[in-house]
Nanobody
Framework: QVQLVESGGGLVQPGGSLRLSCAASGRIFGINDMGWYRQAPGKERELVTLVTSVGTTNYGDSVKGRFSVSRDNAKNTVYLQMNSLKPEDTGVYYC?????????WGQGTQVTVSS
């Protein structure tokens, strides 16, 4: 069983920055991919970014050049640095960790970009 706890969401003005964190805990023996997804009101959940255990990253087209993912394997924690935020980045951001055949999701953290 893996528990994921996210933090760092909030209200920010367009052009601002936020940093999200997601810490995994439980009986964990090595995590491969860690990822961030988001869901805007009335829309499907979409991939924001993924990072592998060796640091290979993949980003959704809408966030390339603005968002940056990193992880601390010793702490089983993944971070999402979000810069140049736009109103269309508003939504609930979820951390996802596939582990031994099961996809674990965090509870989500709200990000609102508005003036």
């Amino acid at each position: 069983q893996v528990q994921l706890v996210e933090s760092g969401g909030g209200l920010v003005q367009p052009g601002g920055s936020l940093r999200l964190s997601c810490a995994a805990s439980g009986r964990i023996f090595g995590i491969n991919d860690m990822g961030w997804y988001r869901q805007a009101p009335g829309k499907e959940r979409e991939l924001v970014t993924l990072v592998t255990s060796v640091g290979t990253t993949n980003y959704g087209d809408s966030v390339k050049g603005r968002f940056s993912v990193s992880r601390d394997n010793a702490k089983n924690t993944v971070y999402l640095q979000m810069n140049s935020l736009k109103p269309e980045d508003t939504g609930v951001y979820y951390c996802k960790v596939p582990y031994r055949g099961t996809n674990y999701w965090g509870q989500g953290t709200q990000v609102t970009v508005s003036s």
